[in-house]
Each structure stands twice: as C-alpha cells, then as structure tokens.
C-alpha cells in the first residue's frame, strides 16, 4: 500500500510540473469577439418620440471598408436621419468615402457603405472598445416591440461586411441588435 501511494504521488507531482509550463490558450470568456452593434442608452420609446442609437465597431484588427444593412419593420420605426461619424475611422491618416447611406424607411431598411482611402490608412484594434462610426435617430410609429438589426451578409450584397486594405472580406464578425419596447403613453 505505501508503495502505490508513493506511486501515486510521483504521478499527480509529473502531471503538476507539465501542465504548471503550458500555455493552454486563454479563457474562452475572456476573448474579445469583433462585433458591429447597434446601441442606444434606454430600451422604451413612446409612439412619436425619437431617440438616438450608434452603429459602432469592436475587435477588428484592420478595416478599410465597411457595408452594412439596418433592417426594421416600417410599421413600427423610420429613421428619421443618419450621420457618419468619422472620428474613428479617419483617425489613420485616410479620407472617408461614403458610396451609400441612404434610407428606405417604406422598405424598412438602410443602407450604409463607406471606405478608407489610402486603404493604407485602414485602422482597427483588437481591444475590447467600441468606436462609432454611425449615429441614427429612430422614430417610434406604434406600439410594441421593435428591433433595429444589423445585416453584413456579404452573399446578399457584395457591398456588406468589414473589408482588410487588400480587398479581403474580415469573417467570424458578430453582430449585435437593439430593441425598445414602445408604449402608447407612459
């Protein structure tokens, strides 16, 4: 018996001393997913009001171009307008070349495309940080609930999804909704 605890204890001291040196990889939980969100402060709105929500962008270690669908059901939101916001996207050096941001509120959807030029100016970062790159204002048309979405299906359009310098399309980018619970009155 004392020699199969002797035993015992070699073996649990061996598989200490190998697994003590090995870089297993990182927490799972701890990984920064690049995601393109829609994000506004609060999650209620009253039928007419107006409120203010971002499209911005995380984890995505170079960006060149950008295409993205905002998608919505034309019963219950309209956009009321769209910005670009360039502060991050022009902060490489390159000029912002917006190719579409239009609004199709009877269609329930818009359409936002715009690039870098030097796309040698491209920026990004793998940190876990949103930057803005779009501001919106969203009216609310009835009661309900009601989801702003965001779509870069690339194999829809061509024109969506988050591009490298070199033309490449970025893949594995997650995206993020907001939805508000409209109400009639207070």
Same mark, same amino acid.
Request: glycine letters at 6%; zero cysteines.
């Given at each position: 018996m004392k020699r199969f605890i002797i035993c015992l204890a070699a073996t649990a001291a061996m598989l200490l001393l190998l697994t003590a040196s090995c870089d297993c990889g990182s927490d799972p939980e701890d990984e920064v997913v690049p995601t393109?969100? #829609?994000? !506004?402060s609060g999650n209620?709105?009253?039928v007419g009001e107006v409120v203010e929500a971002? #499209?911005?962008i995380k984890a995505v270690p170079e960006v060149a171009g950008?295409?993205?669908k905002l998608n919505y059901d034309p019963y219950k939101l309209e956009i009321v307008s769209l910005t670009r916001d360039d502060s991050w996207l022009a902060s490489g050096g390159g000029t912002i070349q917006q190719m579409a941001l239009?609004?199709?509120n009877e269609a329930g959807y818009a359409?936002? =495309?715009l690039a870098i030029f030097p796309t040698t100016n491209a920026v990004g $970062? &793998? &940190? $876990?940080?949103?930057? !803005? #790159?779009?501001s919106i204002r969203v009216r609310a048309k009835s009661a309900g609930n009601a989801t702003l979405s965001i779509s870069i299906d690339n194999s829809t359009d061509s024109d969506?999804? =988050?591009f490298k310098a070199n033309g490449e399309l970025w893949t594995g980018i997650a995206t993020a909704n907001h939805s508000w619970s409209v109400t009639n009155s207070k």
């Open positions: 393109i969100a #829609v994000i !506004s209620a709105m009253l971002q #499209v911005k950008l295409g993205f239009n609004t199709f359409k936002v =495309v $970062d &793998e &940190e $876990d940080a949103y930057h !803005s #790159v779009l969506l999804g =988050v």
